[in-house]
């Protein structure tokens, strides 16, 4: 089986790839979901952020406030460092569970902050990233997010740069279009790289 990381910063179309990528039948295992998981209501990683950051980092109905723990953190490093300390055991343990249970011939990993290590951590063969300039992911991050510009530059500026991403991956994938655009661009790399099947 073929393991293949899928990563792009903040505004970057990644979740719109990999949605796409499971629409023509891929599994994709996510951070994102992975995140989710892990601090579930009850869940020892959760207790272990209250503990760490207060009450406010949960809602009143018991569930995880991811607002208020990335509001937080953003622009603090030393925040972020120990929020990266509860978070990344527990997350990366679900994602290498999830990737014992896939079944085909290749599974995506999504994963917003990819780093070298994790081609070691989760067995990756590749890494494709998807990128978008600056000034497209702005504006996507203020008509889809109903972010203010201050805010999405703010958020592009702490992330890794598109330059960085490459070098980190095996294949780029811009995205400066349209979905339609990302699409193709999507199944011509899939094609190139995995086959028609």
């Known amino acids: 089986m073929m393991r293949i990381a899928i990563t792009g910063g903040i505004g970057s ?3 719109t790839a990999t949605n796409h990528l499971q629409s023509l039948g891929f599994e994709v295992v996510d951070a994102d979901e992975a995140l989710t998981h892990v601090t579930s209501p009850g869940a020892p990683t959760l207790q272990a952020i209250v503990e760490a950051f207060g009450s406010g ?55 917003p902050l990819f780093r070298e290590e994790h081609r070691g951590k989760f067995a990756l063969d590749e890494a494709w990233a998807i990128l978008a300039p600056s000034d497209i992911a702005i504006q996507r991050l203020i008509s889809d997010r109903s972010m203010n510009e201050n805010d999405a530059r703010a958020r ?3 992330q890794m740069t598109n330059e960085e991403r490459a070098q980190l991956c095996d294949i780029t994938i811009e995205n400066t279009g349209s979905i339609e655009t990302l699409y193709a661009r999507v ?9 028609d099947g």
Do not use: C
Not at 62 to 68: D, L
Not at 82 to 87: D, H
Not at 188 to 195: D, H, L
């Open 13 to 15: 179309g990644k979740t």
């Open 57 to 111: 980092a949960v809602n009143d109905d018991g569930n995880y406030n991811r607002k208020f723990i990335s509001d937080l953190v953003f622009g603090d490093s030393m925040a972020l460092q120990r929020l990266n300390a509860i978070t990344h055991g527990p997350i990366a343990d679900w994602i290498n569970e999830e990737l014992t249970k896939a079944t085909g011939k290749v599974v995506f990993v999504a994963i």
């Open 156 to 158: 592009l500026a702490v």
């Open 187 to 195: 199944e011509a790399v899939v094609r190139e790289r995995i086959g």
